[in-house]
């Protein structure tokens, strides 16, 4: 079928749309409110393409094996340019601990388990080229849209197209499809709330800032060997992961909750960030003067939100014509690295119902259904972590916290169960790995019979008989990293 398809934004989701729907022959406009990228390669992008319409373009970045998976079977030219530019796959032998190693034979499966990971700029650099290339997709930048073009019809509201404005003035864009791709700020759906629409949405704080610095390794400096120590990891009052990049590069991402003020000012400053980093065993190697060297600012985000909106309820759609995808449909905490693999699903599902239905009702309607059933597992799974993450950040600025015993209980179950039996059991770590990666729902591997009996054979084997299978700590605490960065430890305390 002939149609043409209007995409608000050329961001990951809207990028993700055009790579599902190009191949189905459909007419393409994507229209981006920011520049093109600078002619050049990945570091000239990382330093001057300005991405005022996507906050956290130079944070640390990821693709699940979700998103890997999608790019390799769908465009396995994308794929090899990718890696041609520099991006990494990180592959399941690499998060092996050595009591894995002992016993690890390899299976075919565990192909499927790679990361791919670079920065933010040089993913959206290659795969924006990509689909430039494309006959049937025209992308135009610089081009801002103002609002959509709504008509109520006998059958409902329709989305006809676009008002947008760009260096010669306002004009209207029509289109078939109209595909929202333009994020956590586009205002398509609060106009059609304003318009009738029967959207419903829910949405929750997350209650924590992020703080990213970039680093270059020295020329003909190696990485440092993966060791005991984590590049990952909770400290309860700080949250870190660190992101080999592309080319060189690699970047570290510091997590504080909103309530830690004294970090939060702290963290801006790149002595300060790097001084953090230094006293985090899994990291300090990194970090090293003699290793690499700090190539940014230290970048700031906050404002996260989860959040999930329906576009449709049982058999009615609340618009005609119109689709919204990625962080305008569905926003996550992006310290699980699902934002962009949701927004490929998405796109992808949505691809299915085009090219199965030409009715615009019944297409929202089964869109809505198949989103629902992908990803909400691992929705509701992501707000329950960050619920009970934000208990207990509140937990540690609480003069006198004692913990019940059931969190004693659950936190046992957790860390000398659940956590000792997948860095013992490579059958489990794979299990495990499944959920993370959203080849199957976060939690169905622990739902197993077999596996929760290997669990808690763990969790009731003693300490001194499971020892090898401990993480070294991974950093100090609260007290102890706020004196040694001559930070108060008292000022953001809260009574009991």
Request: aromatic share 8%.
């Amino acid at each position: 079928m002939h149609e043409r398809v209007l995409i608000i934004g050329a961001g990951m989701a809207g990028l993700c749309a055009a790579l599902a729907l190009a191949p189905t022959g459909r007419d393409i406009v994507i229209l981006e409110r920011d520049p093109p990228p600078p002619r050049g390669d990945p570091d000239l992008a990382f330093e001057s393409w300005s991405r005022r319409g996507v906050g956290h373009i130079r944070h640390s970045h990821a693709f699940l094996a979700r998103l890997r998976s999608i790019i390799k079977a769908e465009h396995p030219e994308l794929h090899a340019e990718l890696l041609h530019a520099g991006c990494r796959e990180l592959g399941f032998e690499g998060m092996l601990t050595d009591l894995h190693r002992a016993h690890y034979r390899p299976q075919p499966a565990d192909r499927d388990f790679a990361v791919l990971t670079s920065r933010r700029t040089t993913l959206e650099l290659v795969i924006r080229r990509y689909v430039e290339r494309h006959p049937n997709v025209r992308l135009v930048s610089e081009t801002f849209v103002r609002g959509l073009l709504v008509k109520q019809l006998p059958e409902g509201l329709r989305v006809l197209g676009v008002s947008a404005a760009d260096a010669g003035g306002g004009r209207d864009i029509i289109g078939d499809v109209v595909i929202d791709a333009g994020g956590r700020t586009s205002s398509g759906v609060e106009q059609l709330i304003e318009a009738g629409a029967a959207i419903s949405e829910e949405s929750e704080n997350a209650e924590i800032l992020y703080f990213t610095r970039h680093y270059r390794l020295h020329p003909g400096v190696s990485e440092p060997p993966r060791g005991k120590a984590s590049t990952t990891g909770d400290l309860g009052f700080l949250k870190f992961g660190l992101f080999p990049a592309d080319n060189g590069c690699f970047s570290v991402t510091l997590c504080v909750h909103e309530l830690e003020l004294e970090m939060r000012k702290a963290l801006v400053d790149p002595a300060v960030f790097d001084a953090v980093c230094a006293r985090l065993p899994g990291l300090a190697p990194w970090v090293a003067q003699e290793t690499a060297a700090g190539v940014s600012r230290v970048f700031g985000m906050g404002d996260l939100h989860s959040r999930w909106r329906t576009l449709a309820s049982g058999d009615t759609p609340s618009v005609l014509g119109y689709f919204a995808i990625g962080d305008n449909l569905i926003r996550t905490n992006p310290l699980y690295g699902r934002g962009c693999s949701f927004a490929a699903v998405t796109a992808y599902l949505l691809r299915d119902v085009l090219v199965a239905t030409d009715h615009a009702g019944d297409r929202l309607v089964e869109f809505q259904e198949l989103v629902t059933r992908e990803l909400r597992p691992y929705y509701d799974n992501m707000r329950d972590q960050d619920r009970a993450a934000i208990r207990r950040a509140r937990q540690q600025l609480t003069r006198g916290y004692r913990p019940s015993l059931k969190n004693r209980v659950v936190k046992s179950f957790l860390e000398d169960g659940v956590n000792i039996a997948i860095r013992s059991d490579v059958d489990l770590l794979r299990a495990a790995l499944r959920g993370f990666h959203m080849l199957e729902p976060p939690s169905a591997w622990l739902k197993r019979p077999d596996n929760l009996a290997k669990v808690l054979r763990y969790w009731a084997t003693g300490r001194e008989k499971k020892a090898g299978a401990y993480p070294v700590k991974p950093g100090p605490g609260r007290v102890e990293m706020f004196q040694a960065l001559g930070l108060s430890t008292e000022a953001d305390m809260i009574r009991s």
